[in-house]
């Protein structure tokens, strides 16, 4: 079994639709949690932290529940340019080094 | 601007060549990665360095070599390499140290081995 596992999409979705990813993490001492964007041929970039209490910035709202161990990032009212695969990024250890990165999901938001 | 660059961003090699790739971050950090990421594959971490010391190698062939004179600069000197190396790599940085920090990305180098 994978570390972290995701969704594995493709999600092709309207625009104006809401969509959800989910993220599954198999060590309970994880640490802290982050939903990462990549666009095609480019670098991963920071999205969101996710903290035990949830937050919001714009349409992205990210969700942590340690007890069954997954996270979920809920975009709403999806745009074009939300297009790109979304990576869901689990610290298990509180020293550097010990991120691991999920598969991806793969977002298309069409016309 | 992420504040981590690397060059060069495109590199064509001979399997017999040597070349290395440079990272340098501006963020005041103390931890620096190495990735690999193949087409349309996940990412793969290499080499991790905290405080300039390597903390971690993820099996990575000693073709792959890489160096870390200061907490700023990364480097990977590739030697003899395989065309199943051509990739893009990624360079990141953290806090590091302590604490589950979130990883700020370079560019990329995307090299093809012929």
């Known amino acids: 079994r994978k570390e972290v596992e995701q969704d594995p999409g493709p999600f092709n979705v309207p625009e104006g639709a809401t969509v959800a990813f989910n993220c599954t993490y198999s060590?309970?001492?994880?640490?802290?949690f982050f939903w990462y964007r990549q666009d095609c041929r480019k670098e991963p970039k920071l999205l969101m932290s996710?903290?035990?209490s949830g937050n919001e910035d714009g349409r992205f709202t990210a969700q942590l529940n340690r007890a069954s161990q997954y996270i979920s990032l809920l975009i709403r009212d999806s745009k074009l340019s939300d297009s790109a695969t979304y990576l869901c990024v689990v610290n298990t250890n509180t020293n550097a080094g010990k991120s691991t990165f999920g598969d991806g999901t793969t977002l298309t938001v069409k016309p | 601007e992420t504040g981590v660059t690397q060059t060069p961003r495109h590199l064509v090699m001979g399997m017999t060549n040597k070349k290395s790739l440079k990272c340098e971050q501006h963020?005041?950090?103390?931890?620096m990665y190495w990735y690999k990421q193949s087409a349309k594959k996940p990412l793969e971490l290499m080499f991790v360095?905290?405080?300039?010391?390597?903390?971690e190698n993820n099996s990575v062939p000693s073709r792959f070599s890489p160096e870390c004179p200061n907490s700023s600069h990364l480097f990977l000197h590739l030697h003899t390499l395989q065309p199943e190396d051509s990739a893009l790599y990624l360079c990141?940085?953290?806090?590091?140290?302590?604490?589950?920090?979130?990883?700020?990305f370079g560019p990329g180098t995307r090299l093809t081995v012929l």
């Open positions: 963020l005041g950090h103390n931890a």
């Open positions: 060590n309970s001492a994880s640490q802290s």
């Open positions: 990141a940085s953290s806090q590091g140290g302590q604490g589950g920090d979130e990883q700020f």
């Open positions: 996710v903290y035990s």
């Open positions: 360095y905290n405080f300039k010391e390597q903390t």
